[in-house]
Antibody, heavy 118, light 116 residues
Framework: EGQVAESGGGLVQPGGALRLSCAAS????????MAWVRQAPGKGLEWVAT????????HYVDSVKGRFFISRDNAKTSLYVQMNSLRVEDTATYYC???????????WGQGTMVTVSS | QPVLTQPPSTSASLGASVTLTCTLS???????VDWYQQRPGKGPRFVMR????????AKGDGIPDRFSVSGSGLNRLLTINNIQEEDESDYYC?????????????FGGGTRLTVL
């Protein structure tokens, strides 16, 4: 079916930066769009960003536009998100997910926790 | 973009049936939604997609036959029959919305299912 595994989370001060990575395996990475979805502690799911198959088209939720940048390396079957100017409200578990051909998120990782705090 | 509304919680007895509701905002009658299951401490899991005609495409991997969907008007329903302990989870509905070059994905607030 395929797997994804996130890494790179941690504690960062407000205004700081962090880069999350997602390693994909057991599926044809270049065939699928990919996305990041986050979940603040005790809260629901929030879509963050999506990237198309060749990386030429990206979409972001308004709250992260200009601060977060999604990218992918198809040769390494990896997805990334560079998060700059981090805010306390960005504290969440960040999930990497595959976008199936219908637009649903059909493969999810276990998530990586990002804590923004002084 | 659509707003998806879900009741925050519900409960059902072991072996019983329960129907979870996701309601689309007005004007989005023809939208399909995706159902996701999130067990405590785990990442979400795709369940299936539903439109007004019922299931769209295939169920997610490992989703048992006890799970089914239906749709009518603005409501997209997930029904679980013969509820098991492992069904105790948060359930989210989600939808994508695109106009031109602008695409967004939205989620409902989630429904916590407690198995009694």
């Amino acid at each position: 079916e395929g797997q994804v595994a996130e890494s790179g989370g941690g504690l960062v001060q407000p205004g700081g930066a962090l880069r999350l990575s997602c390693a994909a395996s057991e599926f044809s990475f270049t065939t699928y769009e990919m996305a990041w979805v986050r979940q603040a502690p005790g809260k629901g799911l929030e879509w963050v960003a999506t990237i198309n198959r060749d990386g030429s088209e990206k979409h972001y939720v308004d709250s992260v536009k200009g601060r977060f940048f999604i990218s992918r390396d198809n040769a390494k079957t990896s997805l990334y998100v560079q998060m700059n100017s981090l805010r306390v409200e960005d504290t969440a578990t960040y999930y990497c997910t595959r976008v199936n051909f219908g637009g649903a998120f059909d493969i999810w990782g276990q998530g990586t926790m990002v804590t923004v705090s002084s | 973009q659509p707003v998806l509304t879900q009741p925050p919680s519900t409960s059902a007895s072991l072996g019983a049936s329960v129907t979870l509701t996701c309601t689309l905002s007005s004007g989005f009658d023809f939208y399909k939604v995706d159902w996701y299951q999130q067990r405590p401490g785990k990442g979400p899991r795709f369940v299936m997609r539903v439109g007004t005609g019922g299931i769209v495409g295939a169920k997610g991997d490992g989703i048992p036959d006890r799970f089914s969907v239906s749709g009518s008007g603005l409501n997209r329903l997930l029904t679980i029959n013969n509820i098991q302990e492992e069904d105790e989870s948060d359930y989210y509905c989600g939808a994508d919305h695109g106009t031109g070059s602008n695409f967004v994905w939205v989620f409902g607030g989630g429904t916590r299912l407690t198995v009694l």
